[in-house]
Each structure stands twice: as C-alpha cells, then as structure tokens.
C-alpha cells in the first residue's frame, strides 16, 4: 500500500534534524566543492550540478562554451540536459564537442519525455547523437507527473522505464532515473514497481510547502537507496530565466536543500559565470541548515508558498486547478 501524502507529513524541523542521515562529504577542501555519493550508484558526485536550460538558450555558442569549460573546471562535473523540445534549446549540442575533449570528467545525465515505450529507445539514440558520446551516465524518464504519464503503461514491462532499463543492460546509460516537478504520490507508487537509481525532484525552502517531495516520497526512496538530487532549488518555473526564490532565500535554499536527509547533490540552472562562480562559492562553504534556522525562515516562506501557489502543476496539461499547503 502507498503511503499518503499525509501520513509522510511531519515538520521540517524534524526532517532536518535528521542530519544523520545525510551522506557525509567524502571531500570538502577549503577550495574545492564538497561531494556525496549518489545512493546505490556508488558515483561520487559534486553537491551542485550544471542545469543546463539557460546555457542552451544562450545565443552565443562561444559564451555557452566557456561557461560549461569554467564549471567543468570550478569542480562542477555532474551536467543535467535534455532535447529541445524539453525547452533546453542547443544544450546537447553546445556540450558536444566539450564532450570530445572532456567526457571523461564528467557525469552526463539526460532526458526522455515519451510516454510511448517503443518511441523510448529512438529517443534515447537522438539525445547520444546530439552529445556526441555512446553512453550516458544517467537517463531519466522525464516529468513524470505529467499527464501524459498513465501510472500503469509508464511503469509495464513494455513502458518507458522498462525500455530505459533495457538501454542501461544493453550499454546505452549506466543508470536509470526519474524526475519530476509535481504529484509526488505518483512517484511514490513507481518506485514501488520498478528498480530506480536515481531521482530528481522539487525541493526548495518555499515549495517545501507545497509539493513536499522530501516529505512524502524521499524517504521511500531512501529505504530503498535510491540517490536524491534536488531541483527547482530557486523556485523554478518554465523558461530561460527560472529563478523565482527573492535574492535573500537564495543561499538558504540551496541550504535547505543539500541538507535534507540523503540528498546526494542540487542541480542549478546557471546561465552566467557570475552566477556560476556564486553557486560553487556556496557549495564551498555549506553548513547544513539547523531545525532552527529552518523554523526562523518558515513564517515568510509560507506566504511565498501561498502567493507561488502550485506554480509547477502547469508542465502538467491536466494541472489541478489548486493544490493546498501542506507542512505549515
């Protein structure tokens, strides 16, 4: 039986508390970026990743390259992308001959969104083309809480996952993942059907009220050692410039987020060295965030969560009309 929503509820007070359960950073000089291991993959990863949807819309081929070439080397080596259709714009592409020179320093994630399990494998070979490589680190089926997701197909031995999971013993990807802005129920009973390796979801300071991830499926998840990466972590919303989060919540959301039991690393989406450089500054210098600190923040990030409202429900065709705060 899936747990509801509710029965995971408890308060970010105490989901922080739980600082034992964080993965412990295996390396975190003074001058480099802490790393954790991704769940049962054993891959030793950075706390931050490059999202790359910014990059992709860049107009510069050159500006994008030097931007993936800093991060690569700042220690930013886990790179999130995706097709264009995706709204990654020439992502794939700008990171293509990046990827001649330097695969083999980097973690190369992408994406599929095809709820057709035959169309899943042609997708897949469009997106190696694109990078210009023969394997991917990880593939995820991607926005699963998309309508267009049916839970019985997207998880059937002939579904989108499964096909995925074939992909990965033929050699296409080492690993196998889902994401996911929205219904985090739905993710809940998927990774009690089929074998994961990895999960990215919304998670940040604000929306911690509202989609819950941490609460109601991560630690599912955990029991299952599944690795957890953080997105949305700014607030997120569809588009070039996704920073939602006011500047003074930044730093803590980033916070919030790496500090949540199991969580390996954040993906950010950043489309300038400035805020490149911010990023891995942060990352340098991470606390984890207290029960207190968390509590002191939760009056102001409440009225956020009210005035956002289930501001990522539209990736979905069939977005609820209205979604209630939960975690107040």
Known sequence: MIPTRREFLQTTGGLLATACALPKALAAPTDGIPKRVLGKTGVVVPII????????????EKEAHALIHRAIDLGVTYIDTAPAFAGYGRAQAYLKPILKERRREVFIASKCLEPDGSKILALL??????????????????????????????????????MLEKAKKEGLARFVGITGHNRPEKFAAVIQRRDIDVMMNTVNI?????????????????????????????????????????????????????????????????????????????ARHFEPMSPAEADALKEKTVALARQWGAHLDRLDRQGEKSRPLVNT
């Open 49 to 60: 990743g490059l999202g790359t949807v910014a990059v992709g819309n860049l107009q510069s």
């Open 125 to 162: 070979h469009r997106n190696l083309k694109e990078l210009g490589i023969e394997q991917l680190d990880l593939v995820y089926t991607h926005s699963i809480g998309h309508a267009v997701y049916d839970l019985d197909r997207l998880t059937a031995d002939d579904g989108p996952i499964a």
């Open 206 to 282: 604000v929306d911690r009220h509202t989609y819950a991830f941490e609460h109601v499926v991560w630690p599912i998840a955990r029991s299952k050692q599944i690795g957890l990466v953080a997105m949305k972590v700014y607030g997120g919303s569809i588009g070039v410039h996704p920073c939602k989060m006011p500047p003074d919540l930044r730093q803590a959301s980033l916070r919030y987020a790496l500090s949540v039991p199991g969580v390996a690393l954040a993906v950010l989406g950043m489309g300038t060295i400035a805020e490149l450089e911010q990023n891995v500054e942060w």
